[in-house]
């Protein structure tokens, strides 16, 4: 191909994926919004901090939204209110770089979950997260071991009340040093802690970035993931065309493992219209 004819053919396909761009966030705008509800739908808040959380209950009622993610006790009577089940809860953590690898935080993060676990059972949800913490040089044995051993203490407590604690898995890039970067070094936790009350939160984003093959994964280990999060890759923006994950495919997946739990929106809006961003991706899931 010429030159110039391949500058051209370029210069048309760019302008063309902005036209797709702006198409889907026109037809979302116009087309009336529906649910399927084969999908459990759940939000990331902080992703829509420009709304004040109670305004944006109402807009996820309005939506038909079910669930809202990373809210804390102090918030769970405001969720009551608009009848939003809180997801994935928090409140108990240290951060995410100090974390259960390391045995001088497992005193003040028993204390700190033993105290959230009853309020997120009272209120009637089931998921709590928490974290590894980063390696600031340890080897990724040594801190294995060290979760499980912090974590193990927590187990009879999370069975009393049937919560599910929740580990996410994080990439190198956004969080370095980050210990649980591996979704097989997480389910090694899972399987020698061997409680249903503890999972992996499958951040998919992170997970494209660290290690890839995401339906295979998630069709070989789905057992112990016990929720999901979505955004674009690369730049964790809208799940549309812009990006290299086709989610359709990858929700698809994950229902036909059998998952009940809920799939919840984590990606930083770039279109004019965030409610509009928020409804295209929750219909690309809603399979």
């Known amino acids: 191909m010429k030159r110039r004819n391949f500058i051209t053919t370029a210069a048309a396909a760019s302008a063309g994926v902005a036209t797709t761009n702006l198409a889907a966030q026109t037809m979302t705008q116009e087309k009336d919004f529906k649910l399927k509800n084969n999908i459990n739908h759940s939000v990331a808040q902080w992703c829509f901090n420009m709304y004040p959380l109670e305004e944006f209950l109402a807009i996820l009622r309005d939506l038909g939204v079910k669930g809202i993610d990373l809210i804390g006790p102090d918030n769970f009577d405001l969720l009551k209110k608009y009848d939003i089940h809180c ?22 993060l028993i204390k700190n979950y033993t105290e959230v676990i009853p309020k ?9 997260i928490c974290f590894s913490g980063n390696r600031r040089g340890m080897n990724d044995i040594v801190g294995l071991h060290n979760c499980y051993e912090g974590l193990s203490k927590l187990m009879p407590i999370a069975e009393k009340y049937g919560v599910v604690i929740q580990m996410e898995l994080f990439n190198q890039i956004n969080h370095p040093d980050y210990m649980c970067d591996s979704s097989l070094w997480g389910v090694e936790l899972c399987r020698r802690l061997g409680s249903d009350n503890f999972k992996l939160l499958y951040d998919i984003y992170h997970m494209q970035i660290q290690e890839g093959d995401i339906i295979n994964t998630i069709q070989q280990y789905h057992e112990y993931f016990g929720h999901y999060h979505t955004a674009g890759v690369p730049g964790r923006h809208e799940i549309d065309e812009s990006q290299e994950l086709y989610y359709p495919a990858i929700i698809k997946a994950i229902k036909d493992t059998g998952f009940t739990g809920y799939v919840a929106q984590e990606f930083v809006v770039t279109w004019d219209d965030e409610i509009a961003a928020l409804k295209d991706a929750l219909l690309r899931c809603d399979v």
């Open 120 to 128: 997120v059972a009272d209120a009637g949800y089931t998921n709590l």
């Open 87 to 108: 997801a994935m809860c928090n409140g108990a953590e240290l951060g995410l770089t100090d974390g259960f690898n390391d045995p001088k935080n497992h005193a003040q």
